[in-house]
């Protein structure tokens, strides 16, 4: 009955997330670093990085672009906030559930249920976290490519 106890299913999610944030912020590292010794690395890591200049020249020929990635760079910032506040609604809700279920004499199948119910509401919250993680992480690269050509670009016309 291990994991059907509340401080187990917290300390996953917590676990969890911070794997997800260090990988978004180490992959980058330790992708240049592997890229040096395995050919397959080296090409994804050329794909990635002609896939961001197509993005930056996109916006540089179409400001109306930049504007574009930059609200769903913002959305997807909103959507990570407000997706951490359900997150711990729910943590809050399973654990009030499990004490409930102690205390009202609830059968063990029926916790186990509500317990079940309350993880698979917590993983779709949290897919849609890493999802935007993701996301965000990515733009982020793309527009700061975006705004270091553009001030190089106007640097040279004056």
Known sequence: MVFSTVSWFISVVVVGLLINI???????????QL???????????????AFIERE??????????????TTNYII????????LILLF???????FLDI????????????????IAGGIATLSVLIRIFRSMSWSVKSRVIIREYLKQK????KISH
């Open 22 to 32: 260090a990988s978004n912020y180490l992959l980058p590292v330790i992708d240049n």
């Open 100 to 115: 409930y279920a102690k205390f009202a004499a609830i059968p063990p199948a029926m916790r186990s249920i509500l317990f």
């Open 56 to 69: 930056v020249a996109r916006m540089l020929a179409n400001p109306s672009y930049f504007t574009w990635q």
């Open 89 to 95: 609604v729910l943590l809050l809700t399973t654990a």
């Open 35 to 49: 890229s040096k010794y395995f050919d397959t690395r080296r090409k994804q890591n050329l794909k990635k990085q």
């Open 151 to 154: 001030s190089e670009n106007l």
């Open 76 to 83: 997807h910032n909103n959507t990570i906030f407000t997706c």
